[in-house]
């Protein structure tokens, strides 16, 4: 890991994002990249709170600045074009080995989530996502969650990612089934599974299911008992994207949609 881009606008939340990666990513040599993203409104009254009206954009890249660990540095990019245009330049032109943004999941005035820009990162741009909500604590992670439905082959790209993760982090990883049945694994299921069980094999981990609840109600029980810190996705399973990042049901009643962490890899 030695580029990470980090899109910031004039709201707290973006530049918790950026203290956060410089909290978890403290090897030296590692470039963070300040990606000033104009476009990224606040849109309802919540947001609208947390604008710092007094604080401009050196003073936080100066606060910052005290902040990172030695042999590393803070560069402020200057990019032209619509949001997603300026972060697909940049990935490209800075070789960027992962995206650290904030959740932009406010809801609209009908009660529906606008995750656009997170939604537009995800789907069309092939790097690694740390989504950081606004609540989160930084801290040394112990637990972390891999959702998987086994139903596809993860490729090595992708477990890499994974692995390089848990070992920087020294953290438990948690591999979460969710059924909606008792149902026995497909021999396809079988075989996907213990890829991963081949790919983890060297680090703490376990493997979990929860049967009978929904998405949502399976992954907060989950996080609840085992104190999760951490959840990651497959950018290829849309289905828990939908579900369990980008649904609008239940939205102020799950804590981890407010507190947790997603990383979310491609494959």
Known sequence: MKHILIPVDNTDPSWTAAHCAISMYRDAGIC???LPASSLKPIDDVSKTLIATNCNFKERVEAL???IAPHQKIIGLSLEGSFITQVKEAVHDNDIDLIVCTDVFHTTHNGQIDAIHTKAIITRIKCPVLIVPHDFKCKPLEQVVLLSDFNFTHRSKATNTITDFVDRSQTHLNILQLQTSNAILTQSQVENK???KTALEQFSCSFHSVINKTMD?????FVSIHQVELVILFAKNINFLENILFSSEHYHELNYRKKVPFLIIHE
């Open 65 to 67: 600045e005290l902040l």
């Open 217 to 221: 109600d399976a992954l907060q029980l």
């Open 32 to 34: 963070f990249y300040l």
């Open 194 to 196: 213990s890829f991963l």
